[in-house]
């Protein structure tokens, strides 16, 4: 068990996950979307700029293809919710927040595409579909509701926030092998 900022779970650890078919569909709401963002910010704001444990990622890497996958065996809510508020800072704006992982949902094709290209229009094409809209949707409207259409200071926030998320931001990291159950 190990503890990986955020830079480097995604940029040195590997950026590639696969969310096998046992996980469930991605269905963090609202309240849950808003309360990582909040605290996330929150802990960025502190003076010491202490780290902020996300939560864990149990992951077995296999290859495939000849690349390393990371079949993700918990994690997945926080992992998707990352990968959705990175989006949403680079179309803000921020360049730099180009999401430098993949997500491949094994039994729900399409989900990987969407997410790289999030429409509201898209949203109605399944239930999947929609609640990584509403996540995005939710961010936004933190975002919007925190910095009250100042977009310097919005601008300034996201990148406050993205330098904290992948400096500071930090996962447990728990590889299983290939024996464990």
Known sequence: INAFSVKELFSEKGARYEIPVYQRDYAWTEPQIRQLV???ADYAKEEVNNNYYIGSLIVYERTLDNHVVYETIDGQQRLTTLYILFSYMKASGLPMAENKFTLDYETRPGTATFLKNMTESGADKNIDFYHIWSARKSIGEWFGET??????????????????????VQVIWYEVGAGED
């Open 147 to 168: 910095f009250s259409g100042d977009l310097s200071r919005q601008v300034a926030a996201l990148f406050k926030l993205y330098t904290y998320i992948v400096e500071h």
């Open 38 to 40: 909040q605290d996330i």
